[in-house]
């Protein structure tokens, strides 16, 4: 039923509920969103030097790897006790809990995607006279961003869900609408509150992938490339990687050509050479 009556037969489905009950779900799904931003920010604020860290060496890559893991295995009632002492009761009790969880997913993926950065694309950067810092911000890191890109939809996603572990200390989102149901098992409350979880989660999946796309344009340059050279031309002047003006990789102006616009600024010679290694991540 969705009239009036709904609400006192406790059916699933339920407008009266959502009628009534608007404000309600406005401020849980906000607290909701809130609680999930600042997790997904704070993590990847803290995952990025983890990464640099890991990136030096087994010795480093090792403990790092390790920690992150062993945090993730953590039960969430647990991790909350353990953090209860520092922080109270409070929104940041969740968030630190949840900036714990998502390190493991960030610091894999930022690593991984550093580590997959051609070395030809390094040492030409090196040829121009690129520092360690310039060579990272502007060669590496973008050529790392499709990694880093799942990495972060991932955590987001996985964060929209935890979020709603936070109802034990009341600071849960939508998941306090939920454990409020429970005990009398309001099923039009249990799954407009559900619903609307899946719905943040897919959205801002959604939302991640524009964003890689919009950042990382010549990953789908290079699917281009390779799906016009699998369809067999003479590759005597192919349509080359980002930033290729005369000719990519296999064309007649040589690896990387002269340079162009289409890779990142800055960096379309290096970008190019790297061109036939990048895949797209979304």
């Known amino acids: 039923m969705v009239g009036g009556n709904c609400l006192a037969t406790n059916d699933w489905i339920c407008g009266e509920y959502l009628r009534s009950r608007s404000q309600e779900l406005t401020d849980a799904t906000v607290q909701h969103i809130g609680i999930t931003v600042a997790s997904v920010l704070i993590g990847l604020a803290v995952a990025f030097p983890l990464a640099l860290l890991a990136r030096r060496g087994r010795g480093f890559a090792g403990p790092v790897l390790g920690l992150t893991t062993v945090l993730y295995t953590v039960p969430s009632l647990a991790m909350f006790s353990l953090l209860l002492p520092l922080f109270g009761l409070s929104a940041a009790l969740v968030v630190t809990g949840l900036v714990l969880y998502s390190l493991t997913i960030l610091v894999r993926n930022i690593l991984a995607g550093l580590e997959a950065v051609p070395a030809e694309a390094k040492e030409a950067a090196r040829g121009m006279g690129y520092g360690p810092w310039r060579l990272l911000w502007e060669v590496e ?36 609408l939920i454990e409020d149901a429970l005990p009398s098992f309001f099923k039009a409350q249990v799954l407009a509150a559900s619903v609307l979880c899946v719905l943040l989660a897919v959205t801002a999946d959604l939302l991640f992938l524009g964003l890689q796309r919009l950042l990382t344009p010549w990953t789908r340059i290079s699917a281009v ?52 290694a990048k895949v797209e991540a979304g």
């Open 225 to 276: 490339t390779g799906d016009t050279r699998t369809g067999g031309g003479d590759g005597s002047r192919g349509p080359g990687g980002p930033g290729d003006a005369a000719g990519g990789p296999g064309g007649s102006g040589g690896p990387g050509g002269s340079g162009g616009s289409g890779g990142p600024a800055g960096i379309s010679a290096i970008s190019a050479l790297s061109a036939p």
């Open 141 to 176: 890191l973008p050529l790392a961003l499709p990694a880093l890109m799942a990495g972060l939809r991932i955590a987001t996603v996985s964060t929209v869900a935890l979020t709603t572990v936070g109802s034990l200390v009341g600071k849960g989102g939508l998941g306090n």
